[in-house]
């Protein structure tokens, strides 16, 4: 039997009280199908890019951060996305294509277009990165009132990209943006407040806004704000609001809400306690590479809480945390007391899994 109650990650709050929002703001890439040499070169380019982006995102405390979640062009409401010429050669790849017809439709003052040229200018598909031009388009969507173009110069000031760094300014932009019901603008405010640099540091304005957000849909702002409702940090603490919001974002697929969520459905805090329920989040986190969650499945079936107790397989989920730099000294102890047969069988169910073999426990 587990000695203690599953506890959250010493480092989830202050991961979060700790956010940098710099670096990891500008818009997704497209995911597009093949082209030509140049376009698949281009694809390349921007492969290289996240693997630049996302290397090291596997450490544990960086696992408890909500990251900022990105507007991509074109919204579904927009005429560009609906049988477009611009925007159905962006979604096949064919980007010079998608830049000829977009700017074609922006000399007419067509506020899609205009966005999508700032797109392909930011992340030189189809035409060579210029931050200088990307701004200059998302300036004429702004001025044509563009929540989005707002959003995207806020982004590019936090960054000093094309224009000069500037936090406040990005804040007045973002500020623009959420207040017309922009959730990424309004989550991206949300996490200045929360770090006070160049806003006065403010849980309460940022619960405010995490919340406009995350009634948009916005999973990290729903982590975010759960954690603040969990905590009682500028909101009065409110653990079924908390759990409730945990699993909308759970639901949509971010890990470390999943993860969040099944401790507090293991331990019964905020909701009913389920222990089988716990477990399939944590496993699912554990799949998704979750650290901390790799580490609470294998203690749940080295148990067998929640699940059928399987020591072979907790065994090799802790040697897959472990590798990682999370030790645990209780699954150490039970890997020592298992038949060498058997520790063995784990060390190779891990090599399996870390090679890509989906685990089956």
């Known amino acids: 039997m587990m000695r203690h109650p599953l506890q959250s990650s010493p480092s989830l709050r202050a991961s979060l009280l700790g956010l940098m929002v710099l670096g990891l703001l500008l818009p997704l890439?497209?995911?597009?199908?093949?082209?030509?040499?140049?376009?698949?070169?281009?694809?390349?380019?921007?492969?290289?890019?996240?693997?630049?982006?996302?290397?090291?995102?596997?450490?544990?405390?960086?696992?408890?951060?909500?990251?900022?979640?990105?507007?991509?062009?074109?919204?579904?409401?927009?005429?560009g996305a609906k049988g477009d010429i611009a925007y159905g050669a962006y979604q096949r790849g064919f980007y010079?294509?998608?830049?000829?017809?977009?700017?074609?439709?922006?000399?007419?003052?067509?506020?899609p277009a205009m966005l999508l040229?700032?797109?392909?200018?930011?992340?030189?598909?189809?035409?060579?990165?210029?931050?200088?031009?990307?701004?200059?388009?998302?300036?004429?969507?702004?001025?044509?009132?563009?929540?989005?173009?707002?959003?995207?110069?806020?982004?590019?000031n936090l960054a000093g990209e094309g224009?000069?760094?500037?936090?406040?300014?990005?804040?007045?932009?973002?500020?623009?943006?959420?207040?017309?019901?922009?959730?990424?603008a309004a989550y991206n405010l949300g996490l200045l407040y929360l770090q006070g640099r160049k806003l006065t540091e403010s849980q309460a304005e940022a619960?405010?806004?995490?919340?406009i957000a995350s009634e948009r849909n916005v999973e990290d702002a729903q982590y975010a704000l759960a954690v603040l409702l969990k905590e009682g940090d500028g909101v009065p603490q409110d653990l079924p609001a908390a759990a409730r919001l945990l699993q909308q974002a759970a639901d949509g697929g971010h890990v470390t809400a999943q993860l969040e969520l099944a401790i507090m459905q293991f331990n019964g805090n905020g909701l009913e306690k389920n222990?089988?329920?716990?477990?399939?989040?944590f496993r699912k986190a554990a799949l998704a590479g979750n650290v901390i969650a790799q580490n609470r499945y294998a203690r749940l079936l080295s148990a067998g809480r929640g699940t059928l107790q399987d020591k072979v397989s907790a065994t090799a989920w802790h040697l897959m945390a472990k590798r990682r730099g999370l030790?645990?000294?209780?699954?150490?102890?039970?890997?020592?007391?298992?038949?060498?047969?058997d520790r063995k069988a784990a060390e190779e169910q891990a090599r399996k899994w870390q090679a890509g073999e989906r685990p089956v426990q």
């Open 29 to 79: 890439p497209a995911y597009a199908a093949p082209g030509t040499d140049a376009q698949k070169q281009t694809q390349n380019k921007a492969a290289q890019s996240r693997k630049t982006q996302n290397k090291g995102k596997d450490k544990p405390a960086e696992q408890a951060r909500p990251q900022p979640v990105p507007s991509t062009y074109p919204q579904e409401d927009t005429p």
């Open 96 to 111: 010079r294509t998608s830049y000829q017809a977009a700017l074609k439709q922006a000399e007419t003052g067509n506020v």
């Open 117 to 156: 040229l700032g797109e392909l200018y930011q992340r030189g598909y189809g035409v060579a990165v210029n931050p200088g031009k990307a701004a200059e388009w998302y300036r004429k969507a702004a001025d044509k009132g563009s929540p989005d173009a707002w959003f995207f110069l806020g982004l590019m």
């Open 163 to 184: 224009m000069p760094e500037d936090e406040e300014a990005a804040a007045r932009l973002f500020r623009q943006a959420a207040e017309t019901g922009h959730g990424p």
């Open 207 to 211: 619960a405010r806004w995490f919340r």
């Open 275 to 281: 222990e089988a329920a716990a477990a399939g989040l």
């Open 327 to 341: 030790g645990d000294p209780y699954l150490d102890d039970m890997m020592d007391s298992l038949p060498e047969a």
